[in-house]
């Protein structure tokens, strides 16, 4: 029932965020009664951690695939953008962003979590940043940190800004055109 629980919380906060997701709605959208649901998570705090535990275990991996492909740094970029747009498309955007959002109400706790886990992103994509200029496939400016910083943002920027237009086609192309623009093939 926990993993029913967390995958019914990871949809709503994912469209609606966290701060407008009620035990109520969670438990109805599992159903059960709301004092059923205290059994399995006891607190907001506890759901938000788990939350964020979850995003790392689940998500983390799917990165770390496309960091260890062998592969040249562009596509690993592209393979990345297709988790996001795929994330998109099945109207479940980036968790951490959907967090993040309401990253003033968090505790410090769930905070501190929340900024490990968008470490974590940060450094599998610093390391096809770090490969590709070091295979030459890659140029940008800075360091591959902060270019891992800017592409993550920008992946999560692009849903949104995807979601509000209503535009989840375009995701693709712009995604596209970022890569391509810092790409040496």
């Known amino acids: 029932m926990k993993e029913k629980i967390l995958e019914a919380a990871e949809s709503l906060v994912q469209s609606r965020g966290l701060n407008a997701v009620t035990f109520q709605d969670l438990a109805d959208a599992v159903g059960l009664r709301k004092p059923s649901l205290f059994h399995h998570v006891k607190n907001k705090e506890e759901l938000t951690l788990a939350l964020i535990d979850r995003c790392s275990t689940k998500h983390g991996p799917r990165y770390a695939a496309?960091?260890?492909?062998?592969?040249?740094?562009?596509e690993k970029l592209r393979?990345?953008?297709k988790i996001f747009e795929d994330g998109l498309k099945e109207g479940r955007p980036c968790l951490m962003a959907a967090l993040g959002g309401g990253m003033d109400s968090?505790?410090?706790?769930a905070a501190g979590e929340l900024r490990k886990a968008a470490e974590g992103a940060i450094g599998r994509f610093e390391m096809i940043f770090a490969q590709g200029l070091e295979e030459g496939s890659l140029d940008f400016e800075g360091d591959a940190?902060?270019?891992a910083m800017t592409f993550f943002a920008m992946l999560q920027g692009l849903q949104s800004l995807c979601r509000a237009k209503g535009e989840p086609r375009a995701f693709k192309k712009a995604a596209a055109t970022f890569i391509d623009s810092i790409?040496?093939?």
Not at 106 to 109: A, P, Q, R
Request: aromatic share 0%.
């Open 66 to 74: 496309v960091v260890e492909r062998d592969a040249r740094a562009p």
């Open 79 to 81: 393979a990345v953008a």
């Open 106 to 109: 968090l505790s410090e706790d």
């Open 145 to 147: 940190k902060h270019a």
């Open 183 to 185: 790409a040496v093939e």
